[in-house]
């Protein structure tokens, strides 16, 4: 049974060792690179898991204790956008793919998103070209509501991203609504 919860600064490196192999895998799927991230010391990777109440970086570990999967949780600071949360960095090893353990992260972040007073409502940015990705999230509600075109260039060219949006159980996102 895999178990998901916050990563705090004493799993920097399982992290960090995650994320580098994530960069190194799927490069195009994420904003940064990982020349970028490569030589961040394990000190400055712990200073950023610092969980903020439920924000912050989740983790998914198998039965033996290993981090195979990862996604960050982030709420808008600004009072006029902190009804919007910010799901990011997903990615699950490929030895754990095909498990069930991304939906479970998804499911898990969504949870944890529901239960925060006065936020209606989490975004996120998708390759658009990964489409199983894009089934995930659509199957938990996230629905599509804009292309960016280009959204990041590497030397490989263009890449774009679709970005999706799910309203929370019983919370009104819209005007119209």
Request: hydrophobic letters at 45%; a neutral charge; one cysteine or more.
């Amino acid at each position: 049974m895999t178990t998901i919860r916050l990563l705090t600064g004493d799993d920097a490196a399982a992290f960090q060792s995650l994320r580098l192999q994530g960069l190194l895998e799927c490069p195009t799927a994420f904003a940064s690179s990982h020349a970028e991230e490569a030589g961040e010391s394990i000190a400055a990777v712990a200073e950023r898991l610092k969980p903020d109440g439920v924000f912050g970086v989740y983790g998914a570990f198998d039965e033996a204790g290993r981090l195979v999967g990862v996604a960050g949780l982030g709420r808008e600071r600004m009072r006029r956008l902190a009804h919007k949360a910010v799901l990011w960095g997903m990615y699950v090893a490929p030895s754990a793919r095909r498990l069930g353990v991304a939906r479970r992260i998804v499911s898990h972040l969504l949870q944890q998103a529901a239960g925060e007073p006065g936020l209606r409502q989490v975004n996120l940015g998708v390759l658009a070209t990964n489409g199983p990705a894009r089934a995930l999230y659509a199957s938990f509600g996230f629905v599509a509501w804009g292309h960016e075109p280009a959204a990041a260039w590497d030397e490989r060219g263009p890449h774009d991203e679709t970005w999706m949006v799910c309203v929370l159980p019983g919370r009104q996102a819209s005007a119209q609504a």
